[in-house]
């Protein structure tokens, strides 16, 4: 019978490219991998960062980082940083690229 894995909390230690070393609440180090999910969306993980981590029940050293906990803030998208930026005078209203109306 497949035993399930194990998810616990961990904050992110040293960064070097995919592989990243993390500590768990209980003091324990291992190391670590992106999820699929989170390369395929460009998901950032920076040190000091917390995580949700993964870790197979048949080995306790390697861990899978499923997603981020903590909140990051952005300025939004596109569209909501340009209305900003015309609210504040920065930018003109109106179209903004060159190209000519057909």
Request: aromatic share 0%; hydrophobic share 25%; proline share 1%.
């Amino acid at each position: 019978m497949k035993q399930k894995n194990i998810e616990v909390e961990a904050t992110v230690i040293s960064n070097n490219r995919n592989n990243l070393v993390v500590e768990l609440d209980n003091g324990h180090e291992l190391k670590a991998t992106l999820s699929g999910n989170m390369s395929r969306h460009k998901i950032k993980v920076d040190d000091g960062s917390r995580v949700l981590v993964s870790i197979s029940p048949y080995s306790l050293e390697r861990g899978i980082i499923k997603r981020r906990l903590d909140k990051v803030e952005h300025s939004g998208t596109g569209n909501q940083k340009r209305r900003k930026n015309q609210k504040e005078g920065l930018v003109k209203k109106g179209r903004t690229s060159a190209k000519k109306k057909r």
